[in-house]
């Protein structure tokens, strides 16, 4: 369980000529993740990826998650706005961020 307040700080960018970000893996948890109260993704731009249209994974866990908290976006200076924090509702076992809109690509 994360309790409130905890800054998620991940990296956009590209690896191995494909889209990346830096995610948590979660594994040997018996009980589902749960991210209680308020918390902040903390975005960095290491350059090369536009953003519109593509889903992020931040946490990718073996049981569901949930509930999910509330998330701030601090897009720094990565030139991206917008943007949402969800659990992926295919299977609840992903932390997702989703809807940033890119303006500049590097930070």
């Not at 191995?16 to 993740?33: F, Q, S």
């Not at 998330?71 to 989703?98: C, Y």
Request: hydrophobic share 40%.
């Amino acid at each position: 369980m994360l309790d409130d307040g905890v800054v998620l700080e991940a990296k956009f960018g590209i690896e191995g000529g494909r889209a990346a970000n830096d995610r948590i893996v979660v594994r040997g948890y018996k009980a589902p993740v749960v991210l209680e109260g308020v918390h902040r993704l903390k975005i960095v731009n290491t350059g090369g990826v536009k953003p519109d249209g593509m889903a992020f994974v931040l946490i990718d866990a073996e049981v569901p998650i949930g509930p999910a908290g509330t998330w701030e976006i601090d897009h720094g200076k990565s030139g991206w706005a917008g943007g949402f924090v969800t659990i992926n509702p295919d299977d609840r076992t992903q932390l997702i961020v989703s809807g940033l809109k890119s303006g500049e690509t590097s930070q």
